[in-house]
């Protein structure tokens, strides 16, 4: 009967997540938001499919928590970790330790006790690793300087766990009789309290031991258990390494997620790093899955009901504070740019250490019953509210930023009557550059990414940071007395927009344009602009060329089956424009006719009879030659 409820439960949690999360993914609302919402209709609240079990399964998928910042160590080697340590102690600390003290003077304002109000303020100056580092990885944020920012803060967080953990039941001797402070002190870690000395060397000795096997026995390890050739046993030394650390760190009274963490920094230059990596990572996947659905299913809306107004205005005011003092820190911290509002964002809501927190407070009985369920009430709302926060960051807040930015901050540009306007001064953009101003070209350059801008100008690029959709700034680069405007620019939809403002007004101007694909080449070919190259098409010919090479071709043939097929696509692709025009299937038809035309033409030319001479400019083969040639 056990077994039969465990199955359905894994049924419920399964069915949950797949029909919930691709519907909040098709809808732009995140991955994090669909499990968070999956959770609250399965819920005893809503359905009812899933009961009080809920709280035990998100303390199980917390170990996801645990696997990730393993994996998140992994890709971070000690060297870079030094480099953020500017960030990690600084903007990470001073975050903690501000947001602890407003929170912890609002608290003692309504009336909390002093040592009860200090303890909400470190409870909840903490943010969700689990939900943010998600959001980075879904949105490709975490190389993004608010991204890297987010991720020092909540290491830092992760390590002030250690301290608070401490200090909860130091807070709680002060609400308590005499007899009882003595029996509080002991539940710091859950074994009879240590002298001080005896602790901090038990956690040097831990740390130190991770690190060298780390270091010098986990490589012997993984090698000995990777000859063996199974891949299951990989994958349980994977884990057992994993559980084995959380497990140890948590004996000794450390964040289980930091000492995994280290863990994986110090495996960051071994060989099998990226083995671990998509070894561990479905699992992570699917436990921080279970985790956020767990959280939407443990929401108290009974409680809720019961006083609303009381909970939406400690959320809101929870949620405004921390943002306010996020968004300080980030302007302080030289955020530019709108990134110092993403930052504040990202990092707005609880943690989900404060769960762990908050129970650990009341068995201290710091906290009465009704004083912890409103706290954990404040802090799954403030968690299921931060992918709706992000969703406002990304549709409202940086649109308008990036309009009034554009409209009070962008660069004046000299008056200079350049005959090449380039927009977009990326990867792409950087090569057309380079080629023009090499040839003694005259090029008016503009990006509307500040951080390009400002790296690009120290290599010494003269570029100008500006919105180039606004007619006003083309006017101001000199669209007018213009001989060409190249768009290499990354964003396809302003691209277009802009094609079609200049195609109007000056005609005369030739427009040259980076495409995404062939349907976004055939979209400028409805306005008339003929000159576009495909962003990955000639990379791609010139890697299969060298392909050839590699396969048994001679460097000329394959230079000539890679130019026959380049000069077949040309030809094609404004046949297939019309098709595109008229006739969907059409299309779709002579894109198969075309594929196999070209097929049959390349082995025709493969078949035709090329002397061993024709090696054009084949080096190699004229030295094989030479050489063959004298040994006779």
């Known amino acids: 009967m056990h077994n039969q409820d465990f199955f359905l439960n894994a049924l ?48 199980f998928a917390e170990f996801g928590v645990v696997l990730m910042l393993f994996i998140i160590g992994l890709e971070l080697e000690p060297a870079l970790l030094w480099k953020m340590r500017r960030s990690i102690f600084g903007l990470g600390g001073m975050q903690v330790i501000i947001t602890a003290v407003i929170i912890g003077l609002v608290a003692s304002f309504l009336n909390f006790q002093i040592h009860r109000a ?43 766990v250690i301290p608070i953990l401490a200090v909860i039941p130091l807070l709680a001797t002060l609400g308590l009789p005499a007899d009882l402070s003595d029996s509080a002190l002991n539940n710091i870690t859950g074994v009879p309290a240590l002298p001080g000395w005896l602790q901090l060397l038990i956690i040097i000795g831990a740390m130190t031991t991770i690190v060298i096997i780390g270091r010098f026995a986990a490589q012997h390890i993984f ?71 767990s959280v939407g299913a443990s929401i108290n ?74 706290l954990l009430l404040i802090v799954t709302l403030s ?14 807040v940086s649109p308008i930023l990036a309009r009034w930015q554009n409209k009070l901050e962008y660069d004046e540009i000299e008056e200079e009557e350049n005959p090449v306007i380039l927009a977009g001064f990326g990867r792409f953009g950087l090569a057309i550059g380079r080629i023009l101003l090499a040839n003694g070209f005259k090029v008016t350059i503009l990006d509307s990414n500040p951080s390009n801008v400002e790296t690009l100008r120290k290599y010494g690029f003269k570029l100008y940071y500006g919105d180039v959709t606004r007619p006003q700034l083309l006017e101001k ?40 694909d062939i349907f976004h080449t055939f979209e400028y070919y409805t306005i008339n602009v003929k000159s576009v190259r495909r962003e990955m098409f000639d990379s791609a010919s010139e890697l299969g060329e060298q392909a050839l090479a590699e396969l048994g071709y001679s460097k000329y043939e394959a230079y000539r089956a890679t130019r026959t097929f380049k000069h077949h696509e040309e030809q094609i692709t404004q046949e297939l424009y019309k098709h595109w025009l008229e006739d969907s299937g059409k299309f779709i038809q002579e894109t198969r006719r075309f594929s196999e035309q070209v097929s049959d033409t390349l082995q025709a030319e493969k078949n035709y009879s090329i002397h061993d001479t024709d090696c054009a400019w084949d080096v190699d083969s004229i030295k094989e030659e030479a050489r063959s040639e004298s040994n006779k």
Not at 118 to 136: E, K, N, P, Y
Not at 263 to 268: H, K, N, R, Y
Not at 317 to 332: A, C, E, H, N, T
């Open 12 to 59: 419920i949690y399964l069915g949950a997540s797949v029909i919930s999360v691709p519907i909040a993914k098709k809808l732009g609302l995140g991955s994090v938001l669909g499990y968070l919402l999956a959770g609250i209709l399965i819920g005893p609240f809503v359905l009812g499919l899933v009961g009080t079990e809920a709280g035990e399964v998100m303390h």
């Open 477 to 516: 680069a000199g669209i007018k007395n213009a001989r060409m405007l190249i768009l290499s620019m990354a964003e396809h939809d302003n691209a277009l927009k802009v094609a079609k403002y200049v195609r109007e007004k000056y005609p005369e101007v030739k427009i040259l344009a980076r495409a995404r």
């Open 301 to 374: 809306f009974q409680l809720f009901v019961s006083k609303p107004l009381i909970i939406i205005q400690f959320v809101v005011l929870l949620i405004l504070i921390k943002f306010i003092v996020l968004l300080i820190l980030g302007r302080v911290f030289k955020l530019k740019k709108g990134y110092e509002f993403l930052f504040a964002f990202l990092l707005a809501q609880s943690s989900e250490f404060s769960f762990v927190l908050i129970s650990f407070s009341k068995q201290n009985q710091l906290f009465d019953e009704e004083t912890a369920s409103i």
């Open 383 to 396: 968690m299921a509210i931060s992918p709706l926060l992000l969703i406002f960051n990304d549709k409202m």
């Open 118 to 160: 200090i303890a909400i303020g470190l409870i909840l100056a903490l943010s969700s690793t689990a939900i943010v580092l998600q959001t980075l990885s879904e949105k490709g944020l975490m190389r993004n300087i608010a991204g890297r920012s987010a991720f020092s803060v909540l290491l830092f967080q992760d390590m002030a």
């Open 223 to 293: 090698r000995l258990v990777a000859e063996t050739g199974l891949h299951e046993v990989f994958v349980a030394l994977a884990l057992l390494l994993v559980i084995g650390i959380a497990l140890a760190m948590d004996a000794i009274g450390l964040s289980p997620a930091l000492g995994t963490f280290i863990a994986g920094v110090v495996l960051a230059d071994s060989e099998y790093r990226h083995e671990l990596e998509t070894t561990i990572d479905p699992f992570k996947g699917l436990l921080l899955g279970l985790f956020f659905i």
